[in-house]
């Protein structure tokens, strides 16, 4: 389904200026993309571009955001802290610069009693920018 309209701090606990995902484009019940523009003032930036650390920031923070969608769009309960559990399979491929575009998939693998084990593919454009393997816990 195609997301309109929502204003991605209403979903995420996270807050600016440590914030990494500016809008959930799409959510489905196995994947859901995310989209984040890097930008300058990030605190993850370092020498123009974005640091390792944020690119798992941002995956964790997208993993978040489907997680928070469900909670108050579909559930209508409050949108609840998590904590990564996990981290599988990293693989960086690159840091992306100021400026580009993220467009980031979150493929659920498995959820259960608020641990969700997902699979994230970070983006720009066509090219590949980082991907992991993501156990993520939701606080009850």
Do not use: W
């Amino acid at each position: 389904m195609k997301i309109t309209d929502i204003d991605i701090a209403e979903i995420l606990p996270q807050q600016l200026p440590f914030r990494f995902v500016d809008r959930l484009l799409s959510y489905g019940e196995v994947d859901t993309l995310t989209e984040y523009r890097v930008s300058a003032d990030c605190l993850f930036v370092e020498d123009g571009t974005m640091l390792e650390s944020g690119l798992v920031e941002h995956m964790a923070q997208s993993s978040a955001a489907r997680v928070g969608y469900i909670n108050k769009y579909i559930r209508g309960l409050d949108v609840r802290i998590g904590f990564i559990g996990s981290i599988r399979n990293l693989k960086i491929y690159r840091r992306p610069a100021v400026g580009e575009v993220l467009v980031t998939t979150v493929s659920l693998v498995q959820e259960i009693f608020g641990i969700s084990m997902v699979n994230v593919i970070v983006r720009s454009g066509d090219l590949p920018v980082a991907e992991a393997s993501l156990k993520t816990v939701e606080l009850q």
